[in-house]
């Protein structure tokens, strides 16, 4: 359970190293509200769910405020990965089932019309991957709506490349 776990957030890093080097290679792409509010969105995501899973507070913050650049947002973005995958490396796979409520889920109330269920570890690490790919998706396709070719950045694809690491951009 969590090889496949692992597999797929080492795919969620090359993902998204692959979308932020379009992104900043294109300034079109890199001065895009819809693109750069996606990725706040998608990365706030991901260091919420760290913070949970590590059990520290969760901090609320406004990437896109805190952030003045593209290229400061998305060096914040990539450090999410050493630490998802230290986590991963040394989670217990007893602890997959345990109850892990989300400070989040009562939002949530609304939407689904009763109070949410307790959510699981497991439950949050495919939820995260999922998520990610979502708006990673959405970034994709505004790129697609600017005129752009975006990067080929399937699950598959990846395995058929033999699983290479993440290429992120030099924040230099």
Known sequence: MLKLVMDLYTHMEWAD???????????KYSKDDAILDLLAHLHMTQHAFL????GRPVERRDARAEFDAPVALGAWARTFYPE???????????????ALPLPWAHYFREVIGRDPTISTLRDTLFQLALHSVHHR?????????????????DYIAWVWAGRPAAEWFDAD
């Open 17 to 27: 190293g692959r979308v932020w080097r379009a992104v900043l290679q294109t300034e």
């Open 137 to 153: 998706a959405q970034v994709v396709r505004q790129i697609r709506v600017l005129g752009g070719q975006p990067p080929m950045v």
């Open 84 to 98: 998802a995958a230290q986590f991963l490396e040394t989670a217990d796979v007893k602890g997959l089932d345990q």
């Open 51 to 54: 913070d949970v899973w590590m």
